[in-house]
């Protein structure tokens, strides 16, 4: 039997989480929209305001009889979360508040897969620790491409090296909350909470880097698997050939639609664009250019790269049907070169091959999934936050 603390305690997860998905409400809103009496959303939304978790501004006028009622919002003081992401030419760190603006984000380009893990947390958890002291943060989530079980990395096919180092000790020194997880699942988990296609309940969210990953929303749910290692979409084997991934394996589908795919088929070893230590944004924008100016090669290796990945996804979309399938990481970036040769291929193997968009988040969204969450225990317990001194 629950505790009255108990019971308050979800009940101010209740308003939360309805402030959260549906904007924005008056207290008869609230009431409405969780089942809780008028005077207990009153009291709610008090003490929510002592936590400076939400706060009340404008007027809501819903016709010109009876009087308006205040709105009750989210508010972004002092409470935030943490989203890390270490890949294997970048780091970045993005800060997110409960209200879900971003705080602070910050990604440098750096060559992790030629650098010892030490080295590369040092350097993370440094990043952190600056964002940790500009915005307090109650935790912190570190995005990994590859497989993790806790916080030790189990696979990381481009990151070999990586394979039994406990990711989270590196942020010890930090004093807070850490989790790590797979990036794709993190980026469909930003996809599902902050995308222009939020909370459709079924949703395979596909991104492009040195490798190639996925995540899958399935019933409002991220799809974990049996060990929690589900989503490494990109070493199926959906290819003939001899090509080497860095499983080990030959023809997985990485191998064709992964970045050092594209840019093998589109770059000389010494051109510009396959130099890992420069900002990997900068190289798409230039195969970008290269593209819209019409280079044949470029051309020829967008419209393989869109092809394979209509190939792929049609396997993706026969088991899982989702409603949407997002592409995100460098397919986003050069989604205008992709989508053609991608929902042709799609066409020829499902019947509706018009169900993929491009994610608006970029290259933020595996740290914005960290971010989100590394916020979820304020919204699973609102009392975790304490009440600010002058309330």
């Known amino acids: 039997m629950q505790t009255q603390g108990q019971v308050r305690s979800a009940n101010l997860a209740a308003v939360l989480a309805c402030l959260r998905d549906d904007g924005p409400r008056s207290r008869a809103q609230l009431a409405a929209g969780t089942g809780l009496t008028k005077a207990t959303v009153s ?8 936590r400076g978790l939400v706060s009340e501004g404008g007027l809501l006028r819903p016709g010109s009889v009876g009087r308006p009622g205040t709105l009750v919002e989210l508010a972004g003081r002092g409470t935030c979360g943490i989203g890390v992401e270490i890949n294997v030419d970048y780091l970045a760190v993005l800060v997110l508040d409960v209200a879900g603006e971003v705080r602070r984000q910050a990604r440098v380009a750096l060559d992790t897969a030629a650098l010892e893990p030490a080295e590369v947390l040092a350097r993370a958890s440094a990043m952190t620790a600056a964002a940790h002291a500009e915005h307090p943060a109650v935790g912190v989530t570190v995005a990994f491409p590859g497989g993790v079980q806790g916080s030790v990395v189990r696979t990381a096919p481009n990151l070999p090296r990586w394979v039994g180092t406990d990711v989270a000790a590196g942020f010890a020194e930090l004093a807070l909350p850490v989790r790590v997880a797979n990036d794709a699942d993190l980026s469909a988990l930003a996809e599902w909470s902050a995308g222009p296609h939020a909370h459709v309940p079924d949703l395979v969210y596909l991104t492009g880097e040195v490798g190639v990953g996925g995540g899958v929303i399935t019933g409002g749910q991220l799809l974990r698997g049996s060990t929690g290692l589900g989503g490494e979409v990109g070493h199926l084997a959906l290819t003939p050939g001899d090509a080497a991934c860095g499983c080990g394996r030959t023809g997985c589908w990485e191998t064709v639609v992964g970045l050092a795919a594209l840019l093998r088929a589109a770059a000389d070893p010494g051109d510009p664009l396959r130099d890992p230590g420069r900002d990997l944004e900068d190289r798409l924008a230039e195969v970008a250019d290269r593209a819209r100016d019409g280079d044949a090669r470029t051309l020829a290796a967008l419209a393989d790269i869109g092809t394979g990945l209509g190939v792929g996804a ?9 409603a949407v399938v997002v592409l995100g990481g460098y397919f986003a970036q050069l989604g205008e070169f992709l989508l053609d040769p991608l929902t042709q291929a799609l066409g020829a193997r499902v019947a509706d091959p018009h169900r993929v968009v ?4 970029g290259f933020t969204a595996a740290v914005r999934g960290g971010a989100h969450v590394a916020l979820q225990p304020v919204f699973t317990d609102p009392t975790t936050v304490p009440l600010e001194a002058s309330a």
């Open 358 to 361: 491009l994610s608006t988040l």
């Open 43 to 50: 009291s709610l939304v008090g003490e929510l305001v002592d």
């Open 314 to 322: 049609a396997v993706l979309v026969s088991l899982f049907d989702p």
